[in-house]
């Protein structure tokens, strides 16, 4: 028996005239003969030459678009256009059958939308082939990243019963039963029954948590599933999504700036050198989709030319007080072609003022700090108030071209003090985050982090629009089909 | 100013006599002379000698264990007993108390019972520190086994609104409100009003999704969290762990085994190499902890020679059939020492029969396979009925000495008209899963798979033996803390 090969290997040999045996699923099957064959290790398909002269009619009726075959073969070098080597099938067995009446995924442009509703399917697309193996390469490099630096991945709770951080609607987990729920003398829902003791939810962020490990080990970072239970139907959202929230002890926000900006830089340029075939496909896909756009629509920059573009050059820095100036100056500003006019200090930046300093003002990533303390969480470090006494905080957001906030961070408060004054003042209870607040109370000391939401680097780098696109099987209101 | 460096970096440097900056936490301070200083990076203390005669009384009182300093100083080679290196502080800054009446840690030995307690601080003592640390280089080197294999790894959903897989009970994911839940007209939970239109549980497994993803890409993995609603408080099971799980096209229960043992001497042999002083210091806590337990309780191996052991040795491959003539015929069943007796084929393996194999009879890790169809899943491939026409399915449990299974896998059953009647026969509604059918109806192929428990990888590893001491902030029932 000969061992199967993947495609991947066999279009990238030169050692021919030799038999192989390769399994995959049928692309295309042209003129009763020529097999465009692909088994997933790579985009690109292998030829094989069937001898239809020589192979049963029935057996070629079943080599149809989706089925999964085995080749024996010899593989030799192709004389034909379009590809460098092929195999000349000596034997060809059906593993699996597509009924070509029935099959969905046919050899011809399907919309995104469509694909969507067949998540299970879509990965045998070259979109998703390549969407997916770069969203794998992009996982990969973020261990490798921080694996070097010597930062220690942690695991931290996905079911907590801490509600405290605020960062949005949180799902409840419960095996409390609707129709005989356990009651209180008062009536309510006796959570002590609950499977935990107590009501708990679904993870907002890891940070917390996060914090904790950091005061041990000095650097960690996470990466594992958060979750908003908010009724956001946008190209941007997901119910359950990916974030990696890296946080440093004895860092500043200066570390901090510079930990992100050291960070996407290695991410988008290990996704340049291990995913070239992948890229080069997605750059073409934009540039054909370019086509059909009016000309002052289209992208100054090509797929590959903006991740290039972000990787060789410095980040843009500057505080929320001067993009306030910038913004309240421009021109969409003063001719009122925002949806929000910033008129004053203290306003929260929309996507679209974030996306005109990065795309229009700076054109390059941007990284704004020292937010206002009250459009921010607790736990962000107080600054010293400005000369006109305004509050902020140590706070960042890194914002993208095309995707506006990729990373928010901040240097934590580590002063008791500051920290349990400003939760009595949003009414955070100090007993529920005890354990946070014993990292301060022993051996406190500054520290920084941020989360990176994991689709949006994948936007990014992909050029794909929709959030649903480049997670495997999206969630989101009203769906968690597959 | 100059940079901070790390410890680690610091006790292997031979470039002394200059001037460095060092942060971290006291672990002890003796003779109000010298600190040992630990940062996390390693479990190793840097030794800081202070000049007590110029250092304010008031300063070196505030030097207390658990306190957070900053110091900066010569380093210089130590001419003292248990250090190579010492820094000669020239200026100590405290940077957070720690009130040596209140914090918990104190340089003395605590039980692991106390530290879960203060699972927020116990990252601070050596034992976990260590463990963490081996924690972090078994989920790198998962993932870079797979990556140099060129599996795809996949995110497969934690929120699923399937509850097919029947692994075991699950937690519900809802926005619904217990006081005005909705109903419809028949009085029943409407869970068309839930947040996702349907009734949704975070999922059990993700391998369903896997193979999807399988069937398409040829090789993924995924790793990450899955839950069980089980009310078990054992040293062995957690609510919320995290699972790594592969899903090969074209491969079959042989390639399944070759996988799982490559695998798990890949993860083993990493360890050894990449964690040494923490190996080395587990490996010596436990010849500790032996000594107090009498003679013939003792470990046969050493932590370490138990983990070279796994490495160097093939797995025993054996049937359940096999395994249970062994069982049957054993001591402890012949003597009415198992609790429970194996009378006959068909008897669910419990972990005292599996340990026995693994511990007693074959002293090395054991696979065993084929499985009785009546004890295993819907999912797993049916062998052809044995000579006494006992129904067997393509299951393989690996079994570890002192864990019992540590992965359970199958080859899958690829063929429509048997999975769908297997799964009539168990009223698992074919409606439910048409995504998963899909892939038999479309390009079907052999394919495998496994499941491999991550924390009871690192117990393994780590000789630890509750598995609440190998997770961060262990999930169980009531408890949610942290």
């Known amino acids: 028996m000969i061992k199967r090969e993947k495609i991947k290997s066999l279009l990238n040999t030169t ?49 149809t678009t989706g089925a999964a075959i085995a080749i024996k073969g010899q593989l030799v070098e192709s004389l ?19 009924d070509p009446e029935k ?22 697309t070259n979109t998703f082939n390549a969407v997916f193996k770069i969203r794998h390469a992009l996982a990969f490099a973020v261990h490798q990243f921080y694996n070097e630096r010597g930062f ?34 008062d009536g309510k829902v006796d959570f002590s029954e609950d499977f935990f003791g107590r009501a708990t939810n679904l993870t ?5 948590e996060g914090e904790l490990a950091a005061m041990a080990f000095g650097e960690i970072y996470t990466f594992g599933p958060t979750f908003r239970a908010e009724n956001s139907n946008t190209t941007r959202h997901l119910a359950e999504f990916w974030m990696i929230e890296p946080e440093v002890a004895f860092a500043d926000l200066e570390d901090n700036m510079q930990l992100a900006e050291d960070m996407m830089k290695y991410l988008i340029s290990y996704a340049r050198e291990h995913c070239r075939e992948e890229l080069e496909f997605l750059n073409n896909r934009l540039l054909e989709e370019e086509k059909n756009k009016p000309q002052q ?10 991740l290039d573009f972000c990787v060789n050059n410095d980040f843009q820095r500057l505080t929320y007080t001067e993009a306030i100036a910038i913004l309240k100056s421009s021109k969409p500003n003063q001719k009122k072609q925002f949806k929000y006019i910033i008129n004053e200090w203290g306003a929260d930046l929309q996507s679209e003022h974030e996306r005109y300093l990065v795309e229009k003002h700076f054109k390059k990533p941007v990284i704004l700090t020292d937010y206002p303390a009250d459009i921010k969480s607790f736990y962000m470090r107080q600054n010293e108030p400005d ?7 140590a706070a960042m957001d890194v914002l993208f071209p095309g995707i506006g906030e990729m990373i928010g961070g901040s240097q934590r408060e580590e002063r008791m003090d500051r920290l349990t004054q400003r ?23 500054p520290h920084s982090g941020f989360g990176l939401g994991f689709e949006r680097l994948i936007l990014f780098v992909t050029g794909m629009t929709n959030i649903r696109d480049v997670i495997a099987f999206p969630r989101f209101p009203k769906n968690a089909e597959f």
Chains 1, 2 share one sequence.
């Not at 005239?17 to 049928?26: A, D, I, K, P």
């Not at 034909?80 to 597509?98: N, P």
């Not at 209870?429 to 000391?445: N, S, V």
Request: aromatic share 8%.
């Open 152 to 185: 220690v991945y942690m695991h931290t709770p996905v079911i907590t019963a801490s509600d405290a951080e605020g960062a949005g609607e949180m799902f409840r987990v419960t095996t409390l039963d609707f129709d005989q729920t356990p009651r209180t003398e």
């Open 387 to 393: 000369s006109e006494g305004r509050r902020t905080v």
């Open 204 to 208: 907002v962020s890891g940070q917390l």
């Open 15 to 63: 050692d021919f005239n030799r038999e192989v045996s390769v399994m995959g699923w049928v692309k295309t099957f042209r003129n009763n003969q020529f097999i465009a064959l692909n088994d997933g290790s790579c985009m690109g398909n292998l030829q094989i030459v069937v001898d239809f002269n020589n192979t049963a009619e029935e057996l070629l009726k079943r080599i």
């Open 297 to 306: 629509e289209r992208s100054e920059l090509s797929l590959l030319e903006k």
């Open 80 to 98: 034909g256009k379009g590809q460098r080597v092929e195999v000349k099938a000596t034997s060809v067995e059906i593993l699996g059958d597509s």
């Open 103 to 124: 099959f969905p995924l046919q050899p011809k442009k399907h919309s995104l939308e469509f694909l969507r509703e067949i998540a299970h399917l879509r990965f045998r």
């Open 423 to 445: 939760m009595d003042e949003l009414n955070i209870p100090q007993e529920e985050l005890w354990w946070y607040l014993d990292t301060r109370r022993f051996g406190t000391a």
